[in-house]
Nanobody, 121 residues
Framework: QVQLVESGGGSVQAGGTLRLSCAAS????????MGWYRQAPGKQRELVAA???????NYGDSVKGRFTISRDNAKNTVYVQMNNLKPEDTAVYYC???????????????WGPGKQVIVSS
């Protein structure tokens, strides 16, 4: 069984920094894309940042230049460094991983339980 274990997050004032980490554990054959999404109250879940196994990255427009995603393939872990945080970054942040359990299985998306990030003005 696969688990995505998230850590980090919390509360910070505007302009501050936070770091989120997410480790995929369990019987995993291969991990393709790992990333972070967020959902604020009353809004749809949106992409924060994603990174594939070749370190190609993709960022949501609202976080470009402020957030940096990275990963440790050996540990199946993804990180997002969040700088210059703004009140509008307040949301629950969800880790996502697209992975295979076996060589012959399909790529499947898994989600973490979410971490709250609160940015006060």
């Amino acid at each position: 069984q696969v688990q995505l274990v998230e850590s980090g997050g919390g509360s910070v004032q505007a302009g501050g920094t936070l770091r989120l980490s997410c480790a995929a554990s369990g019987r995993i054959f291969s991990v393709n894309v790992m990333g972070w999404y967020r959902q604020a109250p009353g809004k749809q879940r949106e992409l924060v940042a994603a990174i594939n196994s070749g370190d190609f990255t993709n960022y949501g427009d609202s976080v470009k230049g402020r957030f940096t995603i990275s990963r440790d393939n050996a540990k199946n872990t993804v990180y997002v460094q969040m700088n210059n945080l703004k009140p509008e970054d307040t949301a629950v942040y969800y880790c996502n991983a697209r992975l295979k359990l076996y060589a012959y299985s399909a790529w499947t998306n898994y989600w973490g339980p979410g971490k709250q990030v609160i940015v006060s003005s």
